[in-house]
């Protein structure tokens, strides 16, 4: 969503090291992105939904779709946020 972008984008300007963020195309879910300059656990993932047994890994907009399925399955659901080749 909006606000997590701006948040990765400060989090990528605060590092001592190249940071590639992946700019989302589209139109975003219309989340308020805030006047907040906060930063994100680097390399983090965050629990968005806590299931049974079956998990979803999720980058980005998948995430919606992703919790959405996670209802009728009982899954967890974790945004991944970051990606390391």
């Excluded at 219309?30 to 907040?36: H, K, L």
Aim: charged fraction near 25%; proline fraction near 7%; hydrophobic fraction near 40%.
């Amino acid at each position: 969503d909006e606000r997590e972008c701006r948040q990765l984008l400060s989090t990528a300007y605060a590092q001592n090291h190249p940071v590639v963020v992946r700019y989302p195309r589209g139109a975003g879910v219309g989340t308020e992105p805030g006047r907040d300059l906060d930063t994100l656990p680097f390399g983090k993932g965050e629990v968005r939904r806590q299931g049974e047994k079956t998990a979803i890994l999720a980058f980005g907009t998948l995430l919606a779709p992703a919790l959405q399925a996670a209802e009728q399955l009982n899954a967890t659901v974790v945004n991944m946020r970051w990606v390391k080749p």
